[in-house]
């Protein structure tokens, strides 16, 4: 029977594919990710490019190929859970047969190279929402705070301290993670404010 499948690819690099995305990949009829989900697997089958742009009309036309008895697997970086595509599908196509394949979360990997046990962590994700208020309630309750920022750390920054937040806080930026240019920085939220970081990276703050 037809199905749409979500898979999660993890942070980026190979290492962090699992089998089952790979094996779950290999069924489909049409492949729908963005550029860097499908630069990262070869594909023999029908590729379609996702972007912030083109998501609502593609993961439309993807309920479309469905219904029209075909597989379709849409690519989400890091898990599909997590700031992915599951809640843009769901909302968008409630009544398909979906299946969702976890991946490795740059938040998990994140909570991995700076060795946090994420069960003792809050978890925030800004990602395409912009700074949101409530992560003032949480900052200074003593545990680890991970965030995906709406893209810039410096503008966290500014608002946190712009909210009266310790501008000598401890935070860690882990960029690019699981790439050959993988970095994670150790400074203080006052220093973030000058600093320039790629749009892929995890933020935590003490
Ligand atoms: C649309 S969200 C997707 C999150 C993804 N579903 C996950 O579980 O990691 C994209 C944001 O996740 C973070 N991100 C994704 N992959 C990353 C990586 N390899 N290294 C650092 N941050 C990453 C960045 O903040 C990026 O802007």
Not at 37 to 56: H, P, V, Y
Not at 68 to 86: I, R, Y
Not at 130 to 144: A, C, H, L, Q
Request: hydrophobic content about 40%.
């Amino acid at each position: 029977m037809s199905k749409m499948y979500i898979v999660g690819i993890g942070p980026g690099s190979k290492e962090y594919l699992t089998e089952i995305a790979v094996k779950t990949i290999k069924l489909a009829d049409i492949v729908i990710g963005s550029k860097r989900a499908i630069d990262l697997l070869e594909i023999g089958t029908q590729k379609i490019r996702l972007d912030a742009k083109n998501m609502e009309d593609i993961i439309k036309q993807s309920v479309m190929m469905v219904k029209e008895g075909k597989t379709v697997v849409l690519l989400s970086t890091g898990d599909p859970g997590f700031s992915g595509l599951l809640k843009p599908v769901m909302n968008l196509s409630p009544d398909v047969d979906i299946e969702v394949i976890p991946g490795i979360s740059s938040v998990q990997l994140c909570a991995a190279k700076l060795r946090i046990p994420w069960d003792d962590a809050d978890i925030v994700t800004m990602h395409g929402k912009g700074i949101s208020e409530e992560i003032i309630d949480i900052i200074d309750n003593g545990k680890p705070t991970i965030v995906i920022p709406n893209f810039k750390p410096s503008e966290l920054a500014h608002f946190l301290i712009g909210k009266g937040i310790d501008e000598t806080k401890k935070v860690a930026i882990c960029e690019n993670l699981s790439y050959e240019d993988e970095k994670v920085v150790k400074m203080t939220l006052k220093d973030i404010l000058s600093k320039d970081f790629s749009y892929m990276c995890v933020m935590v703050i003490h």
